[in-house]
Nanobody, 124 residues
């Protein structure tokens, strides 16, 4: 079985930064691509970033390119999302997820395990 637990969310002013972490338990963390998604009140869950099993390939939503960075430490079984230059539009619950396979992907249906989420609130 796999468990994913997000942390690092909180309240921050516009222009500030947060670093989210996703601690994974279970086998073969390094053999799977991972991703971050977010969901704001009244909106559907949307793709944020994804990273390959080796960490050598990644992709971002247009709305966060240049501001967010996804990374992973397979030795620690941990996924990260560094968020800089935060905007009020970034306010959402952020979810960590494991993809079905080693290649990056942007669709929620491609991910088989999800964390419970961590709240990020950006004030103006």
């Amino acid at each position: 079985q796999v468990q994913l637990v997000e942390s690092g969310g909180g309240l921050v002013q516009a222009g500030g930064s947060l670093r989210l972490s996703c601690a994974a338990s279970g086998r073969a963390f390094s053999s799977y691509a991972m991703g971050w998604f977010r969901q704001a009140p009244g909106k559907e869950r949307e793709f944020v970033a994804t990273i390959s099993w080796s960490g050598g390939t990644n992709a971002y939503a247009d709305s966060v390119k240049g501001r967010f960075t996804i990374s992973r430490d397979n030795g620690k079984n941990t996924l990260y999302l560094q968020m800089n230059s935060l905007k009020p539009e970034d306010t959402a619950v952020y979810y960590c997820a494991r993809r079905r396979g080693q290649r990056i992907g942007v669709l929620p249906s491609e991910y088989d395990y999800w964390g419970q989420g961590t709240q990020v609130t950006v004030s103006s």
